[in-house]
């Protein structure tokens, strides 16, 4: 497998050990770096003024140096053409009778480009608006802070580079580039965090970053150099390498081109027009895999585990708080069946009467035990009420239900898709009916994911007056849940590991003669993997093939490959099927930066055809 062929660039990041004005033995490790890492990254790229060392003071003025870096640089091009590499270098240049500090962009033997550093600094002069190009070895080369080296034969990459400390008004004027090159030299400092600093500025812009920083091997006169380099994506730091060391240190990059747009912002106000130069990337040819990590819950992503369940959990009761405080209603009907999603929309609902001030007692749990429905969870939603003091009611259904099927001349003995939708739509009339009895909303229990699926009966559980887990994917669900459950009393939080752990199900068939129940992961599939294929069609769009790729990186440990093949042809046949119900769901607050409503998020045909 070779990672390319899945829009991945592989990077190699060097903080080469330097020698400081020895301009020959730092030309002669970069070429070295080249030989040694050319046939395994796409791209290698060198800190600011690496050819020199940063530290060469009265030193960038001298003549001599001057003609080292020239040759320098050539015999750099003529490695790169050797060994049909792109490289990022970073130097002074001298031209007319001015110093610069600028990044070198070269590729397969040419010099693409020369990038200045846009602020001026004792040694090196800031670029001249009215040069736009200069000469090299008789060549003209673009010259400036504006240029974009767009990739033609890898779709979706165009490539910036700036020059020193990491800045939002540096990167605020790259929007034609997706990719940000940031090449570095600076000495360490306690109080910053660069990596921080880096994942804010790749999640304000959603770009991938590679920031460069020198290290410990310049100068230890007044300070030393380093921190690290960082490779940041859309606000998420892939990897990180400590260039606190003597040595030259190393850092692979694994950009996913698919993460990052592509598109420019056409609305944005154009502080400079951009010149793109174009160049072709080497494949790698030999099986290369993908060494990144690939988290399996990707909505997560590590973040400190309390507070983001307590956030969505409070993004959750706002929303039908706001909804309750317009309608001027201080009562809610709820079916609760004992499941993970309506004991979750509970705990929202009760958090929302907290924000309100508003009695407890106006939060009326119904549960509706029908021809399927278990004891287990039965009498987890009474014991749930009781310990929470709020109402309760229990109204059979299946007298109701058995009524309806005699109405319609249906004979119960079939166990099919009238028997199940016909208990479903028969409790939602209840729950409706009696919000109008009391004058009372109906807060909905349907999640995200089983949103996504077409997992619920139209015009059954998948109607509410507002659904409060509308935003909410089922792997989100349960780990809310099971943090709530933490800050609990013992009785309380019994109850809720009881739920948690019992099998995610309908109950809208009886168990078999072996007592086992109908579960739904044992129909659709495992969750977790809906939760990962919907999260990366939705957020980035990606291919079937893409998202089966990522799929199988991710869960190695956990699902065979062929498990995962049959599961996303399960959710993508599911998916597409169920937008009808998504065309008319309730209102309810999105959580995460992706939506299944047909208001502000995926809007799509009800009749379209994907294989």
């Given at each position: 497998m070779n990672i390319n062929s899945y829009n991945y660039l592989k990077a190699c990041l060097i903080s080469p050990k330097t020698k400081i004005g020895n301009v020959k033995d730092n030309a002669k490790a970069i070429i070295k770096e080249i030989e040694n890492h050319a046939k395994d990254a796409n791209i290698l790229v060198f800190p600011e003024l690496s050819l020199t060392s940063a530290s060469c003071y009265d030193l960038f003025l001298s003549h001599d140096i001057h003609h080292e870096i020239s040759d320098a640089i050539t015999e750099i091009i003529s490695a790169s053409a050797k060994h049909n590499a792109t490289v990022v270098v970073g130097s002074p240049f001298y031209y007319s009778g001015k110093v610069y500090n600028v990044g070198l962009f070269i590729s397969a033997g040419k010099l693409l480009g020369?990038?200045?550093?846009?602020?001026n600094s004792p040694y090196f002069s800031s670029p001249n608006n009215n040069i736009s190009s200069i000469f090299f070895n008789e060549m003209e080369i673009p010259f400036g802070t504006n240029l974009v080296f767009s990739c033609k034969n890898f779709p979706c990459c165009n490539i910036s580079i700036t020059i020193g400390k990491p800045a939002l008004h540096a990167f605020a004027e790259m929007d034609d580039a997706n990719i940000v090159?940031?090449?570095?030299?600076a000495s360490f400092v306690m109080s910053e965090n660069v990596a921080e600093k880096i994942r804010c500025l790749s999640e304000l812009t959603q770009k991938t970053i590679l920031y460069v920083n020198s290290n410990a091997s310049e100068t230890t006169t007044d300070s030393v150099f380093g921190s690290e380099m960082v490779f940041a994506e859309c606000g998420k730091i892939v990897e990180t390498a400590n260039t606190l060391q003597l040595a030259t240190q190393k850092l692979i990059a694994e950009m996913d081109l698919d993460l990052i747009s592509c598109m420019p912002n056409s609305d944005r106000i154009m502080k400079k027009k951009s010149l793109f130069l174009?160049?072709?990337l080497n494949p790698l040819n030999k099986i290369c895999n993908l060494h990144r990590n690939v988290d399996k819950n990707p909505y997560f992503c590590g973040k400190e585990n309390l507070q983001f369940c307590q956030r969505v959990l409070e993004v959750q009761a706002l929303g039908l708080a706001k909804r309750l405080e317009y309608l001027r209603l201080k009562r809610v009907v709820l079916g609760l069946s004992g499941g993970i999603d309506s004991t979750l929309a509970l705990f929202a609902t009760l958090r929302a009467f907290e924000i309100l001030n508003i009695d407890k007692a106006g939060i009326y749990v119904i549960t509706m035990p029908g021809l399927a429905s278990s004891v287990h969870t039965q009498a987890a939603a009474k014991e749930l009420a009781d310990l929470?003091?709020?109402t309760y009611l229990e109204i059979p259904i299946n007298s109701a239900v058995k009524q309806h099927f005699s109405d319609i001349d249906y004979d119960i003995q079939k166990e099919n898709i009238v028997f199940e939708n016909a208990q479903a739509r028969q409790r939602t009339m209840i729950l409706f009916n009696y919000a109008n009895k009391i004058d009372a909303l109906v807060v909905g229990t349907g999640d995200m994911s089983e949103i996504a699926l077409g997992w619920s009966t139209f015009n059954g559980d998948h109607i509410s007056h507002y659904n409060v887990n509308a935003g909410v994917p089922k792997t989100i669900a349960r780990m809310v849940l099971q943090n709530i459950a933490e800050k609990q009393?013992?009785?309380?939080?019994?109850?809720l590991l009881k739920i948690i752990n019992f099998p995610i199900s309908p109950e809208l068939v009886p168990a078999d003669e072996d007592g086992n129940i109908?579960?739904?992961e044992k129909i659709v599939g495992p969750y977790i993997l809906h939760?990962?294929?919907?999260?990366y069609y939705l957020k980035h769009n990606l291919s079937k093939k893409k998202i089966v790729f990522l799929a199988k990186q991710a869960f190695s440990d956990e699902f065979t490959n062929e498990e995962i093949d049959k599961y996303i042809n399960i959710f993508w046949k599911r998916f597409f099927s169920s937008q009808y119900k998504r065309s008319c769901s309730p209102d309810g607050p999105s959580i995460f930066d992706i939506s299944l409503s047909?208001?502000?998020g995926l809007k799509l045909s009800s009749d379209v055809e994907l294989n």
């Open positions: 020369i990038v200045p550093k846009s602020e090159i940031n090449i570095d030299a174009y160049f072709s929470l003091n709020i009393t013992q009785q309380i939080a019994e109850v109908q579960e739904t939760d990962f294929f919907m999260y047909p208001r502000i």
